[in-house]
């Protein structure tokens, strides 16, 4: 095996200004010591003399370099977009679940506001009817509860305290319920005196002072079926009894 003409061969097909095929199973065949055939001698020749042996190697060899060099840049490109593609679409369900939040926060402010509102205008009156003894200290009441918004009301309980000074002499307990718009209906509760506090005030031997007497109703609503929320008024006992003798108007606008 000539190793000159392995090397001119292997630097012609480095060149790749040839039949590079044809060049490669020759230099196979010369490896494998089979004869070279006349042709291929004189193909081999041809491409020596029509170019200088330092050609291919100094010409050939920088070629892949540029070559290289525009695959990392034309496979480097892509890269970018791609990337930029993925943050977005990471980013846009973010956007998604963030507009649906939004959505759902403002659903529920404006639930609760309403839900607020209609609690807040909830009008209460004794009802015209039959009352029974529980008991020496207690009565079996009914209430008249109207609802004169145009939004349901749930409330779950109503309670009215009359304090002289700061005991509890009086309490009313009214169960709950939910009105619809425009509604009304009558509710049982019960009515109780506070014998030990009346029982204080009688052994005082003072004169009743109805300056020192106050009223106040509390409406307990759950907002949203679960928030604590209440509706709380304070008045004074005069006034509170003058209120229920003769309602002004609007104290009860669901039916006469």
Do not use: W
């Amino acid at each position: 095996m000539s190793e000159d003409l392995v090397s001119t061969i292997e630097e012609l097909i480095r060149s790749e200004r040839c039949d590079v095929e044809r060049l490669q199973n020759v230099l196979v065949a010369i490896k494998n010591g089979e004869p070279v055939s006349f042709e291929d001698h004189q193909y081999i020749e041809s491409l020596t003399q029509s170019q200088p042996k330092s050609n291919p190697v100094s010409d050939d060899i920088p070629e892949p370099k540029p070559e290289n060099t525009d695959n990392t840049v034309s496979d480097s490109n892509p890269e970018t977009p791609t990337q930029e593609m993925s943050e977005s679409t990471r980013r846009s369900p973010a956007k998604k679940y963030a507009s649906v939040g939004i959505i759902v926060a403002i659903i529920i402010v404006a639930y609760v506001g309403l839900d607020v509102y209609a609690v807040n205008n909830l009008q209460f009156r004794p009802h015209h009817g039959q009352q029974v003894a529980i008991s020496d200290t207690e009565l079996s009441i009914q209430t008249d509860a109207c609802n004169p918004s145009y939004f349901p009301a749930t409330f779950t309980k109503y309670e009215i305290d009359a304090f002289y000074n700061s005991d509890i002499i009086e309490k009313a307990t009214v169960g709950g319920s939910t009105l619809s718009p425009k509604s009304a209906a009558t509710l049982d509760g019960i009515f109780a005196i506070n014998k030990d506090a009346v029982t204080k005030i009688g052994q005082q031997n003072a004169t009743f002072d109805p300056t020192k007497a106050t009223i106040t109703t509390s409406v307990a609503a759950p907002l949203l079926g679960f928030i604590p929320y209440a509706v709380d008024k304070k008045y004074p006992a005069i006034e509170f009894q003058n209120m229920i003798k003769n309602p002004p108007p609007g104290t009860f606008d669901c039916f006469p």
